[in-house]
């Protein structure tokens, strides 16, 4: 079985680009998830897409964007990029969450660099 | 406000011995935790988790304790292998519901000397 894939795994951008990184869940998995590691920090909820709708947001500004496509893959855009966006950036999937937990399987992530 | 807190930020054990690595949480409303490993420019890797509705899980060399009432949880490996050398996350759940994603703690890195 295929795990979580990312692409691309490395992104160099200018301050006031616009990235996109994509993400595609293991097979049979609806729900996706994107996670933000900065430079010594934890991981940071980010988004929760499922069954094409988004379902959670964390605590970041709305220039963090996404979507969820019929196939449930998923893409995350930023925009108007900012030097402490440089991050790697996870995205994870699950079965469809219901109403208890599923495990999530994380993906290897996607380095973006903004200078 | 970090809900979930690692304090220390790296450990080392000699291969053979136990390791411990702890996490901290203020959130009583937690009722799921995880580990999760992870290697150099890999994802995270699911290791094992705890219901609230326990206080010990046990999966190989690994077993998680969780103290519900200091809000504390500990992963312990025994015995220790170089392999193990890694960062180790802990996350906790509000379990189900509108609020589905996972709260990490900072990591831990395990340097596992042989």
């Known amino acids: 079985e295929a795990g979580v894939t990312q692409s691309p795994t490395h992104l160099i951008k200018t301050r006031g680009q616009q990235a996109t990184l994509r993400c595609s869940p293991i097979?049979?998995?609806?729900?996706v998830y994107w996670y933000q590691q900065a430079l010594g920090l934890g991981l940071q909820f980010l988004l929760w897409?499922?069954?094409?709708?988004?379902?959670n947001r964390g605590n970041f500004p709305p220039r963090f964007s996404g979507r969820q496509f019929p196939n449930y893959s998923s893409e995350l855009n930023v925009n108007a990029l900012e030097l402490e966006d440089s991050a790697l950036y996870l995205c994870?999937?699950?079965?469809?969450?219901?109403?208890?937990?599923?495990?999530?399987?994380f993906g290897p992530g996607t380095r973006l660099t903004v200078l | 406000d970090q809900q979930v807190k690692q304090n220390s930020p790296s450990l080392s054990v000699q291969e053979g011995r136990i390791s411990i690595l702890n996490c901290d949480y203020t959130?009583?409303?937690?009722?799921?935790f995880l580990w999760y490993k992870k290697y150099p420019a890999e994802g995270p890797t699911f290791l094992i988790s705890?219901?609230?509705?326990?206080d010990k899980n046990e999966d190989g060399r690994f077993t998680v304790f969780l103290n519900k009432s200091a809000k504390h949880l500990s992963l312990h490996i025994v015995p220790s292998q170089p392999g193990d050398s890694a960062v180790y996350f802990c996350?906790?759940?509000?379990?189900?519901?509108?609020?589905?994603?996972?709260?990490f703690g900072t990591g831990t890195l395990l340097a596992v000397q042989p």
């Open positions: 994870a999937s699950s079965r469809t969450s219901g109403r208890s937990y599923n495990e999530q399987f």
């Open positions: 097979s049979g998995h609806t729900s």
């Open positions: 897409y499922d069954e094409g709708e988004e379902r």
């Open positions: 959130n009583s409303m937690f009722d799921y």
């Open positions: 705890i219901s609230s509705i326990k």
């Open positions: 996350a906790a759940s509000l379990y189900g519901g509108a609020t589905n994603k996972l709260i």
